[in-house]
């Protein structure tokens, strides 16, 4: 960074995974985080969070996890849904450009912890604090000040809150709503060390199976031969019949109507009820909300941390960006805009996917077994089988940072597994480029991504004129296309055309595509895309 960070470190509160991304993203930017956390210590129990979508891993990768994260993990790149044990259909997943990553990798939530403390201790930026309950939170025009129940006080001039779904205390103090319902069915989830060759690389879903009749069976694999199995159990189901179960054999006759009579091992077990909530603000002030505290979603997509990931990077930015002076405040009031416009899209996905696992009422029953006897031989109604929408990236088209292009107008959600041509507000796809000479040379091979975040990028194609305008300075880099896409794969996943200037923002999404641009006119996008007002 070329300027030093003028104000107190900021408070990460909550030092999991999407506490630890954020700590770790901020240090990125050269803000240094203290990280607080009211448990003693580390709990690695259970696999939990464990499906971590490509462009998550992409994110970890920033902050020198992602590889590693990837490595461990298993890649799976099918998702295969059966109805009563006949396959109804399966899906892969696209890939726009040319990605450093698989579509999705599994690996415990605990490991994917143990890397990224791994990082934690190597970043001098970040203060680790365990044993830190906060029970106060108070802020006023300058910073926030937090209060532990050891009686110690800190002082910071913004708080990131990725405390969990035990947020509660702190969402009152804040006076902001988390509206939404619970289900009452039950999920038994168990994490299974066996051999089963079959099904070590996708990711499978059962409806209706005879082994758990009139419900439903999850079963991804997991590295060192573990597989997690989430079957849905009646609503009274709790940890005592699951004691019983375990007691009884019950459970294993469960577990071996899947695995037959091989050898297993119980890794870890446990009984859960999901939940569809979201707050109705996540910025409060000085106060941005993050991951479970801001939104919880079903399981069944793997929405929950890839998108606590996803608030992480777009709050740390943004803090970055208001802390130093280069945007004006109300750059922090669009992490609300973004993100919460994002948790709405998982809550909504998420629910009418448990809405078809679990109807409500009669008529959506008659519909779930209507649509999964057409299902076997009419492929329309194989299209409204939800077996759960799985994660991906959020598309910022309606932001108000982004400047529309009537070009390339946003269509409709993309068929599952696909993603939507590059445009405002899109990701932008990766590919293998040459960097410019920030690395100490003059070229080096790497990918599109590092470079995008890397800060605000202004993308020049043949004909089109990069030129940073006055008072960005060390904000804003300009490169020429054809300069750095050596293979023209990058090129060609754009859809770039000639004459035109890209604005890719520092969380590497598609902020402007401008065609023949003036100087006054990139002004104009990178201003909107800081959420700095232009006079006219």
């Known amino acids: 960074m070329s300027d030093a960070w003028p104000l107190d470190p900021v408070v990460v509160l909550g030092n999991g995974p999407v506490g630890q991304t954020a700590a770790l993203l901020l240090a990125r930017w050269g803000v240094p985080a203290v990280l607080l956390d009211q448990r003693p210590r580390r709990d690695p129990v259970g696999s939990k969070a464990i499906c971590q979508q490509r462009d998550v891993l992409d994110i970890w990768e920033s902050v020198g996890a992602g590889a590693r994260i990837a490595a461990e993990g298993v890649t799976w790149t099918t998702a295969r849904t059966f109805h009563r044990g006949r396959e109804l259909f399966s899906h892969s997943f696209a890939d726009a450009g040319r990605s450093a990553f698989p579509p999705f990798v599994n690996i415990s939530q605990s490991r994917t912890e143990q890397v990224l403390d791994e990082c934690i201790a190597a970043e001098p930026l970040i203060d680790v604090r365990w044993g830190q309950r906060v029970v106060d939170v108070a802020q006023d025009v300058d910073g926030v000040t937090l209060r532990s129940a050891d009686g110690t006080g800190l002082r910071a001039p913004y708080l990131l809150a990725c405390p969990g779904a035990g947020g509660g205390e702190l969402r009152r103090r804040l006076g902001v709503s988390f509206d939404g319902r619970s289900f009452a069915d039950r999920f038994l989830i168990c994490d299974i ?11 499978r879903f059962h409806f209706d199976p005879e082994w758990n009749p009139g419900r439903q069976v999850l079963i991804h694999p997991c590295p060192d031969s573990t597989f997690r199995i989430d ?11 699951l004691d019983a179960d375990a007691a009884t054999g019950a459970l294993d006759r469960r577990i071996r109507t899947i695995i037959g009579e091989r050898d297993y091992e119980i890794v870890w077990m446990s009984v859960y009820r999901f939940h569809s909530r979201c707050v109705d603000r996540m910025r409060v002030g000085r106060v941005l909300l993050a991951g479970d505290a801001a939104h919880l979603y079903s399981p069944f997509g793997a929405r929950g941390l890839n998108s606590g990931v996803a608030d992480a990077e777009n709050a740390a930015w943004k803090i970055a960006y208001v802390g130093r002076g280069w945007a004006p405040e109300a750059l922090l009031e669009t992490y609300h805009d973004e993100r919460h416009a994002a948790a709405r899209e998982n809550l909504a996905v998420t629910t009418a996917t448990m809405d078809f696992l679990v109807p409500q009422d009669a008529a959506q029953a008659a519909y779930r077994r209507d649509v999964l006897a057409r299902a076997a031989d009419d492929p329309a109604a194989r299209a409204l089988v939800d077996s759960g929408r799985l994660a991906e990236p959020f598309w910022y088209v309606g932001s108000p940072l982004t400047t529309p292009d009537p070009t390339r107008p946003f269509g409709v959600r993309p068929p599952r597994g696909a993603v939507p041509p590059a445009g405002p507000g899109i990701l932008v796809p990766d590919a293998p480029v040459r960097g410019n000479g920030r690395h100490g040379s003059r070229y080096r091979a790497q990918r599109f991504r590092e470079v995008a975040r890397d800060g605000f990028l202004l993308l020049a194609t043949d004909g089109a004129t990069p030129a940073v305008p006055d008072g960005h300075d060390g904000t804003v880099r300009a490169l020429r ?11 060609a996943a754009l859809g770039a055309r000639p004459n035109e200037v890209w ?3 520092p969380d590497a999404h598609v902020a402007a595509v401008l065609t023949a641009p003036s100087p006054s006119q990139i002004a104009t996008g990178l201003h909107r895309a800081i959420a700095r007002v232009v006079e006219p």
């Open 193 to 203: 060390g066996t051999d089963l060759p079959a099904l070590a690389t996708e990711r």
């Open 503 to 505: 604005i890719i923002r």
């Open 481 to 491: 296309l054809t300069e750095i896409d050596h293979t023209g794969v990058l090129t």
């Open 231 to 241: 079957w849905q159990v009646p609503a009274g189901y709790d940890e005592a019949a």
